[in-house]
């Protein structure tokens, strides 16, 4: 489209700056994975680049989009599964729903959600102290 529409060079400098682009995202999908192998069990930076780029490509190109899919379903179940846990231990390391429920009355840290839904009043998780939400919600 590019050559039709403008010329061969519009189109050279499209191709070279995607293929660039994409260049340095694989990089970066490939290493973060590998460094946390690389941490876990002690192969070289080197080696579990390539591995995890060899593991991924065999993966993808047999299970094709319905592999990849499947794994995108089974990686936002445990994200969704990890924040349950992380919201419950956080409350149980607090002492309770009770005890979190009187620090967040005593300091005001935590808000109450609107119920009027107005998107003109400054909602945060975190408040200054001292602040009430009845002032917020007048």
């Known amino acids: 489209y590019l050559e039709h529409r403008f010329d061969r060079r519009v189109r050279m400098v499209a191709s070279l700056v995607f293929t660039s682009q994409m260049i340095i995202y694989m990089s970066i999908v490939l290493y973060a994975p590998a460094l946390a192998l690389n941490a876990v069990t002690g192969l070289s930076k080197w080696t579990a680049i390539l591995s995890v780029g060899i593991v991924c490509t065999i993966y993808c190109t047999i ?23 992380i919201v419950v231990k956080g409350v149980y390391d607090v002492g309770g729903v009770d005890v979190l429920k009187s620090k967040s009355d005593d300091k005001t840290y935590v808000l109450v959600a609107n119920n009027r839904r107005n998107l003109h009043i400054c909602l945060a998780l975190w408040c200054q102290p001292n602040t009430s939400s009845e002032t917020i919600n007048s």
Request: charged share 10%; proline share 0%.
């Open 63 to 85: 299970g094709g989009i319905k592999a990849v899919i499947w794994t995108d379903v089974f990686q936002s179940f445990l994200m969704f599964t990890a924040m349950i846990i």
